[in-house]
């Protein structure tokens, strides 16, 4: 049953995406996370928090917004379970597919480089703006689908992978705890002044929480790289010698395994709030990114998702009946 409702989430994402009309759990868990900074940041007052009781203050509010995630949906499933087992499976559906991110990373890049290759660079770098955090505005053609590889990546990892990887392991409850994680990261996870205090500990968990999915998902790609053709073994050196230059300690595993399967590197210098940011270069040597890069990294991006779907319905198989998945 486990397996049978992450393949129906998964074609539903694929299907769907994410409507923008449409209730998200997400929206909630932000909503709750930026009242929750609100209501630290009023009890202060005037006077800014101490570094001290900012970290304090981010501990709670992050470590509550978890357990506030998981509680919910530990409540919805029970709710469920009690009405009917129909009910209970298709709240488990809508649970699991919302929790998973593959149809619109994959629009949106291709709206990106639809733009592009029609010769709208003004619209491009727009788009992209949508699902990057760097200033694109004065973005070559180039830098642009070096972005798009690297958000294809670094995406796969915490948009899919990460989430699966948790929903085979605790079900949805797991799941959303961890999309809660990656909520709080995207929110104050900044070492900005702002957040530098704040976003500490909801940082530092999101960091250990995609621990294992980043590196599964720099795997993954290898693989996909390998069924599809792709040079699979520049994937894997490049990943083992360029999977830690990262900044992050996540970030650069499957960014370095995209870019040795595709022979293009990434990173470099990049613009951040009007803010130069030096990046380490991925893959020196390799090629400028292109069109075909992008058409490359979503054949990539896609092939990997469908291998960790593969192997999430071999986990539940395996841990279906022995520790009560759900």
């Known amino acids: 049953m486990a397996a049978l409702i992450t393949i129906i989430a998964f074609i539903c994402d694929w299907m769907l995406g994410d409507p923008q009309r449409w209730p998200h759990p997400v929206r909630f868990i932000g909503k709750m996370i930026a009242f929750g900074e609100k209501k630290i940041r009023s009890r202060s007052g005037a006077q800014p ?18 357990a506030a995630a998981m509680a919910a949906v530990a409540l919805i499933s029970g709710a469920a379970s009690f009405i ?14 919302s929790a998973i991110c593959l149809k619109d990373l994959y629009f949106q890049t291709w709206r990106v480089e639809k733009a592009l290759a029609g010769g709208f660079i003004d619209e491009a770098r727009q788009r992209l703006a949508w699902v990057v955090g760097r200033d694109t505005a004065n973005l070559d ?6 972005a798009l590889a690297e958000t294809l990546a ?13 929903l085979a392991l605790g079900g949805p409850i797991l799941a959303w705890g961890y999309k809660a994680v990656n909520t709080l990261d995207s929110m104050i996870g900044y070492r900005n002044e702002r957040y530098v205090d704040l976003g500490r500990f909801a940082a530092k968990l999101d960091d250990a929480a995609n621990f294992i999915p980043a590196r599964l998902s720099a795997l993954l790609l290898v693989l996909s790289a390998r069924l599809q053709g792709y040079d699979w073994r520049a994937g894997l050196t490049v990943w083992r010698r360029d999977g830690r ?3 992050s300690p996540n970030s650069g595993h499957p960014e370095a395994a995209m870019a040795g399967a595709l022979g293009v590197w990434l990173g470099g210098p990049s613009y951040y709030c009007g803010l ?3 990046k380490p270069v991925i893959c020196a040597g390799g090629r400028e990114a292109a069109a075909e890069t992008v058409r490359a990294a ?9 291998l960790m779907l593969a192997l999430c319905i071999a986990v539940m198989s395996f841990l279906t009946g022995r520790l009560g998945w759900m």
């Open 141 to 146: 053609e180039a830098s642009i689908r070096r």
């Open 49 to 66: 928090l101490s570094p001290a009781a900012a970290r304090l203050a981010g501990a709670v509010l992050a470590l509550f917004a978890v």
């Open 245 to 247: 230059l990262h900044d």
């Open 154 to 166: 670094e995406n796969l990892s915490d948009g899919l992978v990460a989430p699966m990887f948790y």
């Open 298 to 306: 979503e054949n990539l991006m896609v092939g990997a998702a469908i």
């Open 84 to 97: 009917s087992p129909v009910v209970w499976f298709v709240a488990s559906v809508y649970l699991a597919y």
């Open 276 to 278: 130069r940011r030096e």
